[in-house]
């Protein structure tokens, strides 16, 4: 029998499955769409309308970006195979950039000076990982606690006798120039009054992108498909992602593998330092010592949601910036009433773990699915106590809903020395 192979850019046949990039894109857009029906659905039956009022999402928009960035940061890292548990730090380096360069400096020195302290981290890092093959957790972990101990000591140097400064913060820094529509953000407002299913809703959200809308948040998320177009376009990213997978065939294929895993992880540095700038200037005001709060972690547990990649990152990032988010606005009630829909979610998932005779872990969802419903139908509202833990909650849940399809980069976390292609 003769196999007819299509030539490139043939239309597939009626019936023929449609390629693996393309169909990804048709599901996350799906689940999207469930998702955004989901939420509009909890808020018409529950009546919390802040669960996914403009405000609230903006707030998650806020949330997201920092956790994002630092996640982005981690992607380019571990896809060069090195394992970035310093984004913490980085993080905090790049927030006392952001503190110190733009109070003396204006907003441009600021954003430039985070980056730059976030660089910095991210070349110890690699210097220390790639060249002197210390173990990556180690060396992580080390940075964040070298960041967390110097920006406070050059904090207390650095801001203590400014005015509207002091030992442990800097004074206010310049504001981040925002966009903002008027005619459409009136509108859009007036529309997510009338309070309609789903409708409101869509307006709602489309009232985040058009008022007030950061510069800096357009940045960030530009970011991401350019990540992607580098990462998976480029032979410079073709090549970063070899030395994660196999730095010896890299190697044996003449690709300086030191090299581009130290660029990488440079770049990651960059990004989380970008993350801290983000939070001094847009999510905050100026520099606090501490004000990163975990966000490192929380990125890279994003990254981890994501699997490794830029579209599944920015899906985990916004799950936890908007779980962030929702606990400081009228966060008893709001969470409250998103017990209702995870108690949906998780009778999902239990469904798609039947379908993949996945016995055992479906009927684990289903026993935390009831336990949601029941906890929602036996209270009005959800303890302050444990609303300060539900973003840290949610990272736990997901990143166990999610473990099963994950595959990290083959090489990522293995010691590489130079030579051992031969």
């Not at 707030?59 to 970006?65: K, P, S």
């Not at 060396?139 to 005015?163: P, Q």
């Not at 009228?330 to 017990?339: D, P, T």
Request: glycine share 12%; charged share 10%.
């Amino acid at each position: 029998m003769s196999v007819v192979v299509p030539a490139a850019g043939t239309a597939a046949a009626p019936g023929a499955p449609l390629p693996d990039r393309q169909s990804k894109i048709i599901r996350w857009t799906a689940y999207f769409l469930a998702g955004f029906v989901l939420v509009s659905l909890t808020r018409v039956v529950t009546g919390a309308d802040d669960i996914n009022s403009t405000g609230a999402l903006r707030a998650a928009l806020v949330a997201t970006i920092p956790i994002l960035m630092a996640g982005l940061g981690g992607l380019w890292s571990e896809r060069s195979g090195v394992v970035n548990i310093g984004l913490e730090g980085m993080m905090i380096l790049g927030t006392l950039g952001a503190g110190y360069y733009g109070y003396n400096h204006g907003l441009v020195a600021g954003l430039l000076g985070a980056i730059a302290f976030g660089a910095i981290g991210g070349a110890l890092h690699a210097l220390v990982c790639v060249i002197f093959g210390v173990d990556h957790i180690v060396s992580g972990v080390a940075i964040n606690i070298i960041a967390a101990g110097l920006a406070a000591f050059l904090a207390e140097e650095w801001f203590t006798d400014l005015e509207g400064g002091g030992p442990t913060q800097s004074p206010p820094l310049p504001e981040v120039p925002t966009i903002t529509i008027g005619p459409l953000a009136d509108f859009c407002s007036e529309m997510q009054d009338k309070g309609w299913f789903l409708v409101s809703d869509l307006f709602s959200l489309l009232g985040v992108l058009v008022d007030r809308m950061s510069i800096l948040t357009l940045v960030a998320l530009v970011l991401v498909p350019i990540t992607g177009w580098i990462l998976w376009r480029t032979p410079f990213g073709l090549r970063t992602r070899s030395t994660g997978e196999s730095p010896s065939a890299a190697e044996s294929l003449g690709v300086n593998v030191y090299l581009y895993k130290f660029i990488a992880v440079t770049v990651s540095g960059c990004l989380a330092g970008f993350a801290g700038a983000y939070l001094a200037t847009v999510s905050s005001s100026g520099y606090q010592n501490g004000m990163t709060g975990g966000m490192g972690y929380i990125g890279l547990a994003a990254m981890i949601f994501g699997n490794w990649r830029p579209g599944g990152l920015l899906v985990g990032a916004v799950l936890f910036g908007y779980t962030q988010a929702v606990q400081l606005r009228n966060g008893e009630q709001s969470l409250h009433a998103l017990l209702l829909a995870i108690a949906v979610l998780l009778l999902w998932v239990a469904f798609t773990q039947f379908r993949r005779k996945a016995t055992y872990q479906a009927i684990g969802s289903v026993v935390a699915a009831a336990l949601a419903l029941l906890w929602y139908l036996t209270t009005d509202e959800v303890p302050r106590e444990f609303t300060g833990m539900a973003p840290y909650v949610a990272t736990l849940l997901v990143l166990a809903l999610a473990s099963q399809q994950l595959r990290m980069p083959a090489a990522d976390g293995q010691i590489y020395r130079k030579g051992s292609a031969g």
